[in-house]
Structure formats: structure tokens, C-alpha cells
């Protein structure tokens, strides 16, 4: 997952804006959960700080839907990408 955000960092820095990525909860290992988070701006970004209120949620195994609340924080109008062979 940090791999997704860090080209959409990359992306976003070769477009004239500013960008972050950042893993949260510790390194990746196989068969865990794991939250990478990007923030992109066209404002210079402060220091990392974790993203509480996302504008968008990427989830690339539907089995995290029951795992825990991916959706947390997200508003009405946000996006969300759900990677899944079947319909929610």
C-alpha cells in the first residue's frame, strides 16, 4: 500500500503540487492490515501529521470490510475504490 501512495505522491509533485506519504501502524508484513496514507495539497504541507478525515479510501481487499471500519472519517461526498470481484 505504501508503493500506491507514494506514486500518487510522485504524481502529484511532477503536476507543480505538494505531497506526503506515509505508512501508519509500522512496516508492512504479508497477510496484515496495513493503512498508508497520502496527502496532497496545493499548499506546502506542515509535518506529518495522520489523516483523520480522508477525501478518498483506497481498499484493496474486500475481507478488510469486516476486519474494521476502513470507512472511518470519511464524509458523505467522499470516494471510495473497493478492489473486489463481487458487489458490495
Known sequence: MLTIA???????VTEGRYGQ??????????GHPTVACCR??????????PVVFPDAVIVRDAALLHVSDVFHG????????LDSSTRP
Do not use: V
Open 6 to 12: 507514494e506514486l500518487l505522491t510522485i504524481a502529484a
Open 21 to 30: 506519504a506515509s505508512m501508519a501502524g509500522g512496516p508492512e508484513h504479508i
Open 40 to 49: 496532497i495539497d496545493d499548499d506546502p504541507l506542515p509535518g506529518w501529521e
Open 74 to 81: 470519511l464524509g458523505a461526498d467522499g470516494f471510495i475504490l
